[in-house]
């Protein structure tokens, strides 16, 4: 089993609707986590960051972390068309990006 | 400015040759990253330099050697080029701040290696 699991999807929704992308993990140490947004034929940047358990807003993006579950959340409200994109999981259990563990990437289509 | 350039975007070689890629930032980073991305799509770090020295060598094949004349600059270096060499490589930066969390890492628009 990977540290962490998420499924590669493709994800298509219609313009406005709320994107739900989840990951789960395994290692109970881990206390960090991101999600980074990837473009096509772009590197990876960071859309959120959450440290240990709880909820965090930012616009349009509302990230969750339950750590009992094992379990993170990325929630997209109001889907637009330029939203279209991979999102990344990662997850670290120490400071810095050394030991960062990234899941498979959830592809999202927004349909205008 | 391009805050993490790697040149160059597409890379097509053949196998058993020797190729280089370099990598650039101008974000004042102190570590600087490697990154290979599958097929899949699946991301996983290779090297982590840390003001020029070496922090993590992840389970890569010796074939791979990073260089870091100095903290703006980490290249990789691929010796004798298989096909399962074929993938995305991503260079990455970072901040080095200690007690604060993690840093965001800035990643270059990656380099498409394929080996035929």
């Not at chain 1, 990837?38 to 972390?65: C, H, I, W």
């Not at chain 1, 009992?68 to 120490?94: G, H, N, V, W």
């Not at chain 2, 993590?56 to 060499?85: C, Y």
Request: glycine share 6%; with cysteine.
């Amino acid at each position: 089993q990977k540290e962490v699991e998420q499924d590669p999807g493709p994800l298509s929704v219609p313009e406005g609707a709320i994107v739900s992308l989840n990951c789960t993990y395994s290692n109970s140490a881990f206390q960090y986590f991101m999600w980074y947004r990837q473009y096509s034929r772009k590197g990876p940047e960071l859309l959120m960051y959450t440290y240990s358990s709880g909820n965090k807003e930012d616009g349009r993006f509302t990230a969750q972390v339950d750590k009992s579950s094992k379990y993170i959340s990325l929630f997209i409200r109001d889907s637009q068309p330029s939203d279209s994109a991979t999102y990344l999981c990662a997850m670290s259990a120490e400071e810095g990006n050394n030991r960062l563990a990234f899941g498979k990437g959830n592809q999202v289509v927004v349909i205008p | 400015d391009t805050a993490v350039s790697q040149t160059p975007k597409y890379l097509v070689t053949q196998m058993g040759n020797d190729k280089s890629i370099k990598c650039e930032q101008n974000l004042g980073h102190d570590t600087m990253y490697w990154y290979k991305q599958d097929s899949k799509k699946f991301l996983k770090i290779m090297f982590s330099y840390n003001n020029k020295e070496l922090i993590i060598n992840e389970t890569v094949p010796n074939r791979f050697s990073p260089k870091s004349p100095d903290k703006a600059h980490l290249n990789l270096h691929i010796n004798s080029l298989e096909l399962g060499d074929s993938a995305v490589y991503f260079c990455a930066s970072s901040r080095n701040r200690q007690g604060a969390g993690v840093s965001p890492l800035h990643f270059g628009n990656g380099t498409r290696l394929t080996v035929t």
